[in-house]
């Protein structure tokens, strides 16, 4: 069967919440079902930015796999690895290195951004200019025909288009040109109507308890101009409602939007029933993570399966690199 390849990559952060699920992963979930999938954890990535505090990235590499494994990706259905377990990334990375022009990686606009937002890192390191080199070489040492992605990261995919096409020209066609495919995505926010993040303290995690969902969704902001029960809200700029679309059945969700706008259901109840509905959706993911935590073992052979996996592709294209470069 000739299933099209496609292949995504997160960095390790810490735990993941609603948003990197409802943003990236419930859309891999689904694609391991139509499509050949490769989803690795990008650890060199994440030194990229982070390489002056390293001690927690080992950690958090084992617990976003036991998150992946627990929302439901199948080392049966997909290839699941670590980056820094396949060396010949980094060997592809050095040879793209070669042919990848500095002014493509100096007006990548995610460069531009970061360069600005995070001024009290020093960035101003090869290693973070050439992210999108290393990122093209993640891409295309597995010949991806798709990368599923947030906007976000469109400019990477364009750099690893060029790249591959005038790696193609110089030493002939071995990489074809992969394509973004967008991910759709509820507009779901933290609990202060900012964009759910970690580092604005204001995400919802996987692996978090029914208490701490009922407290969380508590302290959700609703509609900004409904300060009184008494005051008729509106659903359609309101986050608990949001949630209730992705969470709550649908009678519920009328009921909360007529309801609402009627000021006859006030937030404080609202929240309760989402909480509930929440936590009852996260239960098996819960109860997953639980086991997959008890059972490091497991863990690891799945992390080792899936990297040999990943590794004979991409042996087989270093092979064809090599020949092609003739070195
Ligand atoms: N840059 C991506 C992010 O920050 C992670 C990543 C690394 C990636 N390599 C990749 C994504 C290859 C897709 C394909 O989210």
């Known amino acids: 069967m000739n299933r099209k390849r496609v292949l995504s990559g997160m960095r390790p952060t810490g735990q993941l919440h609603l948003g990197n699920f409802h943003g990236a992963l419930e859309n891999w979930v689904k694609m391991q079902e139509e499509y050949d999938c490769f989803f690795f954890i990008a650890d060199w990535h994440a030194l990229t930015s982070d390489y002056e505090n390293t001690k927690n990235i080992k950690g958090f590499v084992k617990n976003m796999m036991i998150d992946w494994l627990s929302v439901g990706l199948s080392p049966e259905k997909c290839t699941l690895f670590v980056q820094s377990h396949i060396k010949e990334h980094a060997e592809l990375f050095l040879l793209l290195s070669m042919i990848t022009p500095v002014p493509w990686l100096e007006r990548n606009p995610t460069y531009k951004e970061q360069i600005a937002q995070l001024s009290n890192k020093d960035l101003s390191t090869f290693g973070f200019l050439g992210y999108p080199v290393l990122q093209a070489a993640d891409i295309i040492i597995y010949k991806a025909d798709g990368v599923p992605v947030g906007v976000d990261q469109v400019p990477h995919v364009e750099i690893t288009r060029e790249i591959a096409r005038r790696f193609n020209y110089f030493y002939g066609e071995i990489f074809p040109e992969p394509q973004a495919i967008l991910t759709q995505t509820p507009k779901i926010l933290g609990l202060d109507r900012r964009k759910m993040s970690k580092s ?59 309801e609402c706008r009627k000021a006859q259901i006030g937030c404080v109840e609202c929240k309760k029933i989402l909480a509930k509905n929440l936590s009852s959706a996260l239960a098996p993911i819960r109860e997953k993570r639980i086991y997959y935590e008890s059972h490091p073992e497991i863990v690891a052979e799945l992390i080792m399966t899936g990297g040999n996996k990943a590794r004979k592709v991409a042996k087989a294209t270093m092979e064809e690199v090599r020949g092609a470069v003739k070195i």
């Open 200 to 258: 604005y303290n204001n995400a919802i995690y996987l692996s978090e308890s029914p208490d701490e969902i009922a407290k969380k969704v508590s302290q959700m902001i609703t509609d900004p101009q409904r300060a009184k029960k008494s005051d008729p809200g509106n659903p359609e700029v309101c986050n608990v409602f949001e949630f209730h679309k992705l969470y709550s059945e649908k009678d519920i969700v009328e009921r909360a939007d007529t």
